[in-house]
C-alpha cells in the first residue's frame, strides 16, 4: 500500500483547503483511513479517521471545522480544512490501516498564518 498526500500550502486565518491521498496498491475492503498531523516540537495526533463503513471520528480542536471523506472507487481519502487556525499549522500525513498493518504517507506541509 502506498500513499501519496497533497493539497497542503499556505494559506490565513480562516481560510480553507483540501488535503487529498491517493492509495495505490491493495485496499481491502475492511480498512481504516485517516489524517494526522505534527506540528513543531509537538507529537503526532490524529485529525480525523474515516472506516470503510464510513464512521468518523474527529479531534476536539477540529470538530466542526475539517471534514473527512472518502471515494473508494479511487482509494482516496480527502480533509477538507475551513476556518483555519495558527494552531492548525504542521505537517499532515495520510495513514491507512490494512489488516493491522499501519501504512504511511510523506506528509504535506499546511501553513496557516495570523
Known amino acids: 500500500v502506498q500513499l501519496q498526500a497533497s493539497g497542503g500550502g499556505w494559506v490565513e486565518a480562516g481560510g480553507s483547503l483540501r488535503l487529498s491521498c491517493a492509495a495505490s496498491?491493495?485496499?481491502?475492503?475492511?480498512?481504516?483511513m485517516g489524517w494526522y498531523r505534527q506540528a513543531p516540537g509537538k507529537q503526532r495526533e490524529s485529525v480525523a479517521t474515516i472506516t470503510s463503513g464510513g464512521t468518523t471520528n474527529y479531534a476536539d480542536s477540529v470538530k466542526g471545522r475539517f471534514a473527512i471523506s472518502t471515494d473508494n472507487a479511487k482509494s482516496a481519502v480527502y480533509l477538507e480544512m475551513s476556518s483555519l487556525k495558527p494552531e492548525d499549522t504542521a505537517v499532515y500525513y495520510c495513514h491507512a490501516r490494512v489488516l493491522g498493518l499501519d501504512y504511511w504517507g510523506q506528509g504535506t506541509l499546511v501553513t496557516v498564518s495570523s
Open positions: 496498491g491493495t485496499i481491502f475492503k475492511r480498512n481504516r
